[in-house]
């Protein structure tokens, strides 16, 4: 097992990038084990969280770098009014519900108090997979790659 103890700060970003994945609430922490899309594992005992993106080890043949796994969400669409968007964004900060805003769709993890506050408000809403980044808001712009099929 590779052991991490921070990002590299040195690499060649030439050599091709093996994924490690990580869920999101690993990610929060400094402390968690992973193993990479080519089978090597690693343990993390960093100082302090590391991010996805982050190149984390090294060998002459390729660079191990951090990537954030998808997880089950909610999305609700942003075609709807102004005034519905706000409200919906100030019921899920009025609950301390996690919740990400892209230009088109918002993002929330797909768990009970989530479904139960959008079917009582009647927002609708479809299940997917995404990679989840609470309290991240777009100002425009595209989102992210990540697709959510629909419900």
């Known amino acids: 097992m590779q052991l991490i103890s921070g990002p590299l700060t040195s690499f060649d970003a030439d050599r091709p990038a093996v994924t490690v994945p990580v869920g999101r609430r690993d990610l929060a922490t400094p402390t968690w084990q992973a193993v990479a899309a080519d089978g090597r594992a690693f343990s993390c005992a960093a100082p302090a969280p590391l991010r ?9 043949n390729a660079r191990y770098v951090l ?7 909610v999305e609700v669409s ?3 009014a102004p005034s ?3 409200g919906v964004g100030w019921a899920f900060g009025n609950e301390h ?13 797909d768990e009970p108090a989530v479904r139960q506050l959008l079917e009582r ?16 808001f777009s100002r425009g712009g595209a989102p992210p790659a ?5 419900k």
């Open 52 to 60: 996805a993106g982050d190149t984390v080890f090294e060998t002459a």
């Open 78 to 80: 942003l075609a709807l």
């Open 67 to 73: 990537s954030q796994e998808e997880e089950p969400v």
């Open 121 to 136: 408000l009647r927002i609708p809403y479809r299940t997917g997979n995404a990679v989840f980044r609470p309290g991240r």
């Open 97 to 109: 519900l996690p919740l990400c805003a892209e230009p088109n769709r918002l993002l929330a993890p």
């Open 146 to 150: 990540a697709t959510v099929p629909g």
């Open 84 to 86: 519905a968007a706000a």
